[in-house]
């Protein structure tokens, strides 16, 4: 039954997705901007998003948590490649030391939300779900920001293609991303179809009890082994403490992960090589490599598979778990038949086949009446849309650790906050200057996942403020050192007519940067 609320809830900002970016970005704004009110909205019942909802197997991180952690509270645990159990109870602890939780509403959905430059604020349309019951309820909050941190997928639905005669197979056929409790693949054979960061992580964790795993994939993905634990950064915690040793470790790792990356770019041959030599390395003698771990496409073109500890390379030379590079040509009543005429028995098939990309949270967006289409947008300094005031999201890098730019994008958001308020504005809104700007999709990414989705995905331009960079130094010059305004960031206020900021008076001092505290 749908009941509809009357009473409309007034917040500053209103934070989408109860998650590692949306947390994040509580911690900043209650820092920054104490006085100013918000509430964040979670659709499930909650925190943690991603590391909450996966369940599969093994699941952990493919970054270190030096860098994928938080900036202002350090990864304490050895283990620098970590499980989901792990990160879940860094972040809950995050939530708890900061008083954020009296802050989220769980069981809230954002459906739509109306900007009226009239009253400079949001009307959000949310269905609220009864936590003992099946009731909804739809209720309104209104707002003068909304900070949406929803991630990038669609949390109630994983892709997965459609597969000839999946119907005749008398197994089970799971998706990673709504994993059954009670799956028992205990001395089962198994087929995990995929390559990509949650197949090579399902493999070895399921291999250790089932009968036998294989990975098929249609072409192989570049998987690099990692240690599991950073001896570096143990020992720097040790020596210096917990705050400088992970502050240390942390630089470190962002240098790492910049260098592996900017190689690979420049030296692709090499970087080919070098991995391959890595592989090898790992797997028995005589093992078709370059069959089963040789890509087509360069190092970085798509983001790297990391193993901690070479976990799937034992597995394979175990003989727990095997590759097979092929195609599938139908599903049978035992397994999968391969176009090569090959055939896979199977009790269980996976189909680790990716993620539904889904911006903005799903929700539908309205400007004065006027419907948002994302992927008619422009991205402004990676956190705002062309034509949308007073809305910013959070979005990671591809290349490195995702909340290493969502940091970033939190501190300039709070920025944005301050310098408005020093002049008196309320309403910030980018607009594009110059129609003929060239574009390119916001993720510049091969994935299948993001080429399903690029009518969707806002656009970037080819040049400043419109880039999206994927470069952590760039990025703390322009968004944590660089100034707020900018001439395509208009500012208004409800009670004053438009300007750009090449026009505005500077009526007060210079708003400084963020505190070196946290440089």
Not at 267 to 284: F, Q, T, V
Not at 471 to 492: C, I, K, M, P, T
Request: glycine share 8%; with cysteine.
């Amino acid at each position: 039954m749908v009941n509809t609320a009357t009473r409309i809830e007034h917040v500053d900002v209103l934070i989408v997705g109860a998650g590692i970016s949306g947390i994040g970005a509580a911690y900043y704004l209650q820092k920054e901007h104490p006085g100013r009110s918000y509430a964040i909205l979670e659709a499930r019942g909650a925190t943690g998003g991603t590391w909450d909802l996966f369940r599969y197997p093994g699941i952990r991180s493919d970054s270190d948590l030096h860098t994928f952690g938080y900036e202002f509270k350090p990864w304490r645990d050895e283990h620098a490649i970590a499980s989901a159990d792990k990160i879940l109870a860094y972040l809950r602890e995050t939530v708890a030391e900061n008083n954020i939780d009296a802050k989220i509403r769980f069981h809230h959905k954002v459906l739509g939300a109306a900007w009226s430059s009239d009253d400079a604020r949001w009307t959000v349309d949310v269905e609220r779900f009864g936590e003992a019951d099946d009731s909804e309820e739809l209720v309104q909050f209104s707002a003068n920001w909304i900070f949406c941190a929803g991630g990038y997928y669609r949390y109630d639905q994983g892709y997965t293609p459609e597969f000839p005669g999946r119907e005749r197979f008398r197994g089970h056929v799971v998706h990673p991303q709504h994993w059954p409790e009670d799956l028992d693949y205990t001395d089962k054979k198994v087929v995990v179809i995929g390559s990509g960061a949650t197949a090579v992580t399902l493999i070895p964790a399921m291999a250790a009890t089932a009968a036998h795993v294989t990975m098929l994939q249609r072409s192989p993905t570049y998987v690099m082994p990692v240690p599991s634990k950073d001896t570096f950064a143990n020992a720097a915690q040790k020596v210096l403490g917990s705050k400088r040793g992970y502050a240390l470790a942390r630089r470190k790792n962002i240098v790492k992960q910049r260098a592996v990356y900017q190689f690979s770019q420049k030296y692709p041959g090499a970087a080919r090589r070098l991995i391959r030599h890595l592989n090898a390395k790992e797997l028995p003698a005589g093992y078709p490599v370059d069959e089963h771990f040789n890509p087509t496409y360069n190092p970085w073109d798509q983001r790297l598979c990391a193993v901690p500890d070479a976990d799937l390379f034992k597995a394979i030379s175990s003989g727990a778990a095997s590759v097979v590079t092929d195609r599938i040509a139908t599903f049978t009543e035992t397994g999968i038949e391969l176009e090569s005429g090959k055939h896979l028995d199977a009790d269980i098939i996976v189909t680790a086949t990716g993620l539904n990309v889904q911006l903005l949270g799903g929700m539908s967006l309205t400007v004065d009446g006027t419907p948002v289409h994302a992927g008619e947008t422009v991205a402004y300094k990676s956190m705002l849309l062309s034509g949308v005031p007073n809305f910013a999201f959070a979005f990671g890098y591809t290349n490195s650790s995702w909340t290493l730019k969502v940091g970033l994008l939190c501190e300039h958001f709070c920025r944005l906050l301050s310098h408005m308020d020093a002049r008196g504005y309320d309403i910030a809104r980018p607009e594009i200057g110059d129609n003929a700007m060239e574009t390119r999709p916001m993720l510049d990414f091969a994935a299948g996942y993001v080429q399903r989705a690029l009518d969707r995905i806002p656009k970037q331009g080819s040049g400043e403020p419109w880039r999206v960079s994927m470069n952590y130094y760039y990025d703390v010059e322009q968004l944590r050192e660089g100034a707020v305004d900018n001439a395509s960031l208009h500012f208004s206020s409800s009670r004053i007519p438009a300007v750009s900021a090449a026009a505005a008076p500077d009526r007060t001092a210079a708003i400084v940067g963020p505190s070196t505290a946290r440089r």
